[in-house]
């Protein structure tokens, strides 16, 4: 009864928007090439979804947006150490890592394509590239949050450097650096898209925009959902992956 | 083996933002292989300060400060912070057994000794809690089954029976002399409470504030083990109304 009352809300929105949608198609008379109704959509839904050349271009995205999100983390793993543990690759590193954040990092999208070629390695580029940022800031924020009477204890016990990263600097910076990579893969998902809009021929950004040149606008919606759908699996996967990982943190159970 | 410390003429000054500040004067203590040494002292008289620097944690200023033989690396210093300083990930006896895991004894053997030391301080059925779960007062206990794990020849307390009620307290108390007449350790231990100061020290060294400074040192005449029916004692009335009167000054 409760769930029932929870989720109610959400749901009576949801149905509503989509009677909003097609009420207002039919009533305007609007042309469906540029706003098809959801009644239409629907009915090519699983045609288009489960055909398997759509399936293939959906296999190569998700691919994509994996091996950025890969890199990205452990790069950014990697550097944010280094960057938390020296102060001196900190103040190198600095103008890079303000660069990198202010950048439009898509506008560097035709250079890859230069670079990389209009295969997978140029998509798996634009979206390491893009997902970098947050996991390096939020690496380095944790292993910054250490505590010193942490610190100390590992002292007092003469830990070595390797027992003081694995057993203190890498639980102390996980919650921060799980935060960043929840922001990282929905950042490289975007990525994958957009460096398939501008160089290639697979991939479900490569198949929207081939749909909207053939006008096929109710077929771009359904590349949208399935888009949508990856995007939600992969959050989803890495806030499964954070609960499993900080059950021990207080402010897990608010549901953060 | 247990450890002598030779403390002479150590001094601390903390470099602040507002300036340098003395913390402690310099200071001579001398400490025997075994013995217990309670340090007693108002709030902010160095106490902590002193016991870090015994322990390694932070250098002193000037002077020379020599444990024999710790620095040889034959020998384990147990220490008992102010605060608790559990790690929040890992569950009761995961932290009780960390010493151990440094070591890199076997899981199966520490966690034995773990689950044993969790029930020497009252908490054999919080074994699998997440620290959180807990009070002060058992996380503090849980910190002190930490620092006996590894069997420590020295063993820095800071005030570890200061989050506890009166009477767990008393327990923790004879629990810790029993421990330390069978280990043969050198226990440094800070503490406000006079009444634990007689009941534990072999020799009690009292502080004096502002600025920092050692200013007595008392010998505990009681044999041992010490019960609670000492307290009644004139000899121990005696000792209590002398510190009290140091302390006042
Ligand atoms: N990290 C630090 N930086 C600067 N000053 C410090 C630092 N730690 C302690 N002090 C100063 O040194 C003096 C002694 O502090 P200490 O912590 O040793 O006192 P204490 O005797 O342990 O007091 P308490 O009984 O309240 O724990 C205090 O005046 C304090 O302000
Ligand atoms: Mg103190």
New interface residues.
């Given amino acids: 009864m409760n769930r029932i009352r929870h989720f109610a809300p959400g749901i009576v929105s949801v149905v509503g928007f989509f009677a909003v949608w097609e009420i207002y198609c039919r009533m305007s008379g609007i042309n469906p090439l540029i706003l098809p109704p959801p009644s239409q959509i629907g009915a090519i839904f699983f045609d288009v979804a489960l055909d398997p050349r759509t399936l293939r271009h959906a296999s190569i995205t998700l691919t994509e947006t994996l091996a950025g999100f890969g890199l990205a983390t452990v790069i950014g793993m990697t550097v944010g150490w280094a960057v938390a543990a020296s102060p001196l690759i900190e103040r190198a590193v600095h103008p890079f890592i303000v660069a990198s954040q202010v950048i439009p990092k898509v506008a560097l999208v035709p250079l890859f394509v230069v670079w990389f070629g209009f295969g997978m390695t140029s998509k798996i580029v634009v979206a390491a590239v893009i997902a970098f940022f947050p996991v390096l800031v939020n690496t380095v924020l944790g292993l910054r949050s250490v505590?010193p009477?942490?610190a100390?204890?590992?002292?007092?016990?003469?830990?070595?450097l390797w027992?003081r990263i694995w057993?203190?600097q890498i639980?102390?910076a996980?919650p921060a650096i799980l935060a960043g990579m929840e922001m990282a893969i929905v950042l490289a998902t975007i990525g994958a898209v957009v460096g398939e809009f501008l160089g290639g021929s697979s991939g479900l950004g490569y198949m929207a925009v081939a749909t909207m040149n053939a006008f096929q606008t109710d077929r771009l919606f359904v590349i949208i959902i399935l888009l949508t759908l990856i995007g939600f699996v992969l959050y989803a996967m890495m806030a499964g992956l954070k609960r499993a990982l900080?059950s021990?943190?207080?402010n897990q159970k608010a549901g953060s | 083996m247990t450890v002598a410390i030779s403390c002479q003429q150590v001094s601390k000054t903390y470099e602040t933002r507002n300036g340098p500040v003395n913390a402690l004067s310099p200071c001579d203590l001398e400490i025997s292989p075994g013995e217990f040494v309670v340090l007693l002292g108002p709030s902010g008289c160095g106490k902590t300060t002193l016991l870090r620097m015994i322990?390694?944690?932070h250098d002193h200023t000037s002077g020379s400060l020599d444990l024999t033989p710790v620095e040889a690396g034959e020998t384990t210093?147990g220490?008992v912070?102010q605060?608790a300083?559990l790690?929040?990930?890992?569950t009761v006896e995961e932290n009780v057994a960390?010493?151990l895991?440094?070591k890199k004894q076997p899981k199966a053997t520490r966690m034995e000794t773990a689950r044993d030391l969790c029930s020497r301080v009252g908490l054999e059925n919080f074994t699998k809690s997440?620290p959180?779960e807990l009070s002060g007062g058992m996380q503090q206990r849980v910190s002190i089954a930490?620092a006996l794990a590894?069997d420590p020849q020295l063993l820095l307390m800071d005030e570890p029976f200061g989050a506890l009620d009166a009477l767990t307290r008393t327990r923790m108390n004879s629990e810790l002399e029993r421990l330390w007449m069978a280990s043969g350790a050198t226990v440094v231990l800070v503490t406000h409470s006079i009444t634990e100061a007689i009941m534990l020290a072999d020799r009690i060294v009292v502080m004096s504030a502002r600025p920092g400074r050692i200013v007595s040192e008392t010998r505990v005449p009681f044999p041992r083990p010490r019960g609670t029916q000492i307290e009644n004692t004139p000899e121990f009335q005696a000792i209590a109304a002398d510190l009290r009167s140091q302390l006042e000054h």
Avoid: C, E, I, Y
């Fill in positions: 505590q009477g942490h100390d204890v590992f002292h007092s016990l003469k830990a070595t027992q057993l203190l639980p102390s996980l900080v021990w943190s207080d | 322990g390694r944690l210093t220490f912070f605060q300083n790690m929040p990930w890992m960390l010493p895991r440094l997440w959180r930490r590894d």
